[in-house]
């Protein structure tokens, strides 16, 4: 999808677009969209009514208002196929992860392991969530205590795993 950014340039439309295409012609609410962008729902709503009052994306009439695109018409421009049109990446959540997990490293907790599982908890509770459908990441919520290292660190390997194959 960064042919869209080379072509029509960085921001928020380019990146709706793109993420239209990537999660192959669904209907998505405004909300959603926000969510997986990291843009604002106001930006994203305008962008949107812009980007349909082009032509660019479909509006599809649900409550609340969702939008597609059909890959079919960006498929030449892109080169892409339109059945299997490339996966939408949440570039963003991965980042925000990343980031927090390099600030913390450089202050692990050495209390104990209760404690460095409460902060690990602290952050997955913070940017897990927003990985959700992007990465495979085992259930966190059911474990207490120091049980939460072992998932923490298969979900830390889970992200790796998926860094490494679409790098």
């Not at 994203?44 to 660019?56: C, D, P, S, T």
């Not at 695109?69 to 196929?81: G, S």
């Not at 474990?143 to 072992?150: I, N, P, V």
Request: glycine content about 6%.
């Amino acid at each position: 999808m960064l042919r869209l950014r080379l072509g029509i340039g960085v921001g928020i439309k380019p990146d709706v677009i793109a993420y239209l295409i990537g999660v192959a012609g669904g209907r998505q609410p405004v909300v959603l969209i926000a969510r997986a962008t990291a843009y604002h729902r106001r930006a994203v709503r305008r962008a949107l009514e812009e980007l349909a009052a082009a032509g660019f994306v479909e509006t599809r009439p649900t409550a609340p208002i969702s939008y597609r695109v059909d890959a079919r018409k960006w498929a030449e421009l892109l080169a892409i196929n339109p059945d299997e049109p490339p996966a939408w990446r949440s570039w963003a959540a991965m980042y925000s992860l990343v980031a927090a997990l390099d600030e913390w490293s450089r202050r692990l907790p050495t209390e104990s392991d209760f404690v460095l599982a409460s902060e690990a908890r602290d952050i997955m509770f913070k940017y897990g969530e927003a990985l959700d459908g992007t990465v495979r990441i085992p259930r966190l919520d059911q474990h207490r205590g120091e049980a939460f290292l072992e998932p923490f660190v298969e979900t830390l390997k889970a992200c790796a795993e998926y860094l490494d194959g679409v790098v």
